[in-house]
């Protein structure tokens, strides 16, 4: 079983090249905070309320995708075992400083991270 704390993030993709043109868009237009930071894969975080956005450039014609909702957790490794445990294959991404993660993908391809914050 897994246990569901909250959604944590959201990531969503631009296309290479566009990170000013995002700033502008997120950061100015909407006014976001950006969280500083060296994020995994040189994306651009915002808060947004108690849920964080994600950017991410992308090629822009790829059929498994990066996008994905992050949700946070009580138990990762809990959840990892019962996910195993499903036949749903693990897969894991850079180390993020203060976390554990992994992703699944959903039968139709899509991504999802589970995640849980250390202590």
């Given at each position: 079983?897994?246990r569901?704390?909250?959604?944590?993030?959201?990531?969503?993709?631009?296309?290479?090249?566009?990170?000013?043109e995002?700033?502008?868009?997120?950061?100015?237009?909407?006014?976001?905070?950006?969280?500083?930071?060296?994020h995994?894969?040189g994306?651009?975080?915002?808060?947004i309320?108690?849920?964080?956005?994600?950017l991410?450039?992308?090629?822009?014609?790829?059929?498994?995708?990066?996008?994905?909702?992050?949700?946070?957790?009580?138990?990762?490794?809990?959840?990892?075992?019962?996910?195993?445990?499903?036949?749903?294959?693990?897969?894991?991404s850079?180390?993020?400083?203060?976390?554990?993660?992994?992703?699944?993908?959903?039968?139709?391809?899509?991504?999802?991270?589970?995640?849980?914050?250390?202590?």
């Open positions: 079983m897994i569901f704390k909250r959604l944590d993030h959201v990531a969503i993709m631009i296309p290479i090249g566009k990170k000013e995002a700033r502008q868009f997120y950061g100015s237009t909407l006014q976001l905070v950006e969280i500083p930071g060296n995994p894969r994306a651009i975080w915002y808060e309320a108690d849920v964080q956005l994600h991410v450039e992308e090629e822009g014609d790829t059929k498994i995708s990066g996008r994905h909702p992050a949700f946070e957790v009580t138990d990762l490794e809990a959840a990892k075992a019962y996910l195993i445990s499903k036949g749903i294959e693990i897969a894991y850079s180390v993020i400083t203060g976390r554990s993660r992994l992703f699944f993908r959903d039968p139709f391809g899509n991504r999802v991270e589970l995640l849980e914050y250390e202590q």
